[in-house]
């Protein structure tokens, strides 16, 4: 079945400073990539997605960008301020085909800390 | 719309004892899943429902059993709790299996003694 390897497990940064976390799978039918969010003692939220059809996506201050060759995918965050700070997630699925079709394989989760 | 709505909150077993999470969406989610949390080890399926009437094991199945109720309910039973089984517990649902949103619960936090 499909792997999921996320580093670093914590990340700490100055606010203002940038922040990435990486993930590697190991299933290259694998074509969809969500990124979560997991504040405090919250549940899990979905804050970015890519497809494999795809190379990057942006949505204000992060983005993820995905090497399918390498079969790995990144979490950017830019500008970074307090609330940043939480678990993220990486997760891989495939839409389509397969008996892990559908199944979202999470990544171990990275704790970042923005410091004022 | 609440979403996803777990209960109970937090819960605490003595070993060998039995109970039941519950969980509904009010989403008109076709999928539901079921997934545990523990330190370092993200968040790893237990059993999800593609759709009414069907279930299937996740990853971390061993020492569970689930119910897809109805479209809305979807149930976690642990026959005989272990200390192992101490975790948070997820439910999610999401429109469709694949490539769609997942939206989870607030969590049960499960303490086995």
């Known amino acids: 079945g499909e792997n999921v390897e996320q580093h670093p497990s914590t990340l700490s940064v100055q606010e203002g400073d940038s922040a990435v976390i990486k993930c590697t799978y190991s299933d290259s039918a694998s074509n969809y990539f969500p990124w979560y969010k997991q504040e405090l003692g919250k549940r899990p939220q979905l804050i970015i997605d890519?497809?494999?059809?795809?190379g990057e996506k942006k949505d204000q201050r992060i983005a993820v960008t995905l090497n399918k060759t390498a079969k790995h995918f990144s979490l950017h965050i830019t500008e970074t301020q307090p609330e940043d700070s939480a678990v993220y997630f990486c997760a891989a699925s495939k839409l389509a085909g397969g008996t892990s079709y559908g199944k979202l394989t999470f990544g171990q989760g990275t704790i970042l800390t923005v410091h004022p | 719309n609440a979403g996803v709505t777990q209960t109970p909150k937090f819960q605490v077993l003595k070993t060998g004892q039995s109970m039941t999470l519950q969980c509904a969406q009010d989403m008109n989610h076709n999928s539901m899943y079921w997934y545990r949390q523990d330190p370092g080890m993200g968040l790893r399926l237990i059993y999800y429902s593609a759709s009414e009437g069907t279930t299937d094991k996740g990853e971390v199945p061993n020492g569970y059993n689930v119910s897809r109720l109805n479209k809305r309910e979807f149930s976690l039973r642990l026959e005989s709790a272990a200390p192992s089984q101490t975790s948070v517990y997820f439910c999610?649902?999401?429109?469709?299996?694949?490539?769609?949103?997942?939206?989870f619960g607030q969590g049960t936090r499960l303490t086995v003694v």
């Open positions: 999610a649902s999401s429109v469709a299996l694949g490539g769609t949103e997942a939206f």
């Open positions: 890519i497809r494999s059809n795809v």
